[in-house]
T-cell receptor
Framework: EDQVTQSPEALRLQEGESSSLNCSYT??????LFWYRQDPGKGPEFLFT???AGEEKEKERLKATLTKKESFLHITAPKPEDSATYLC???????????FGKGTSLLVTP | DVKVTQSSRYLVKRTGEKVFLECVQD?????MFWYRQDPGLGLRLIYF???????EKGDIPEGYSVSREKKERFSLILESASTNQTSMYLC???????????FGQGTRLTVV
């Protein structure tokens, strides 16, 4: 059975304090690993897709990396507007649906 | 831009009512999904559809049914709403293959 575990559950950072969010996964053949951002009361917003170990993608202050067992979302010099819940999901070769982790709630204080 | 639109942002229904949640996407996507999201449990898949009139059960289909009569529209039906179905419901769509899912804004359903 596919499993996605995100850590930490919650993270509080000072503005400018870089950190990383972790997503550990178990899947029978990875088709893709996805990162989403979700603001309170809204639907998830797509950030990145990673397909194979060693792949990296960047967008502004965010950088996502992938190994065979986990993915990291690195946040460099975060700003208060980066506060949100970050969700990781995997899609197996055998299926259509995304299997989500429970998310990391990030708060960046000024 | 892909747009996935859910018919209501907020709904309040009574126990035992039949509830319809509607979702429409405008990008001709083959696959559509219904998830529910609860604190501490994350997003859980209720049903998905990979073609018109085709549907597959997800992880928590009990108490729900779905309908996909047209490619752009995917409806979630609560046959007899119960208080444990109070939740945030999220619709999503994708093209085939390993492409990202686009989500609607969510429907916050409260069953009283």
């Amino acid at each position: 059975e596919d499993q996605v575990t995100q850590s930490p559950e919650a993270l509080r950072l000072q503005e400018g304090e870089s950190s990383s969010l972790n997503c550990s996964y178990t899947v029978s053949g990875l088709r893709g690993l996805f990162w989403y951002r979700q603001d309170p009361g809204k639907g998830p917003e797509f950030l990145f897709t990673l397909y194979s170990a060693g792949e990296e993608k960047e967008k502004e202050r965010l950088k996502a990396t992938l190994t065979k067992k986990e993915s990291f979302l690195h946040i460099t010099a975060p700003k208060p507007e980066d506060s949100a819940t970050y969700l990781c999901a995997v899609q197996a070769n055998s299926g259509y649906a995304l299997n989500f982790g429970k998310g990391t709630s990030l708060l960046v204080t000024p | 831009d892909v747009k996935v639109t859910q018919s209501s942002r907020y709904l309040v229904k009574r126990t035992g009512e039949k509830v319809f949640l509607e979702c429409v996407q405008d990008m001709d996507h083959e696959n559509m999904f219904w998830y529910r999201q609860d604190p501490g449990l994350g997003l859980r898949l209720i049903y998905f559809s990979y073609d018109v009139k085709m549907k597959e059960k997800g992880d928590i289909p009990e108490g729900y049914s779905v309908s996909r009569e047209k490619k752009e529209r995917f409806s979630l039906i609560l046959e007899s709403a119960s208080t444990n179905q109070t939740s945030m419901y999220l619709c999503a769509s994708t093209t085939g293959g390993s492409t990202e899912a686009f989500f609607g804004q969510g429907t916050r359903l409260t069953v009283v």
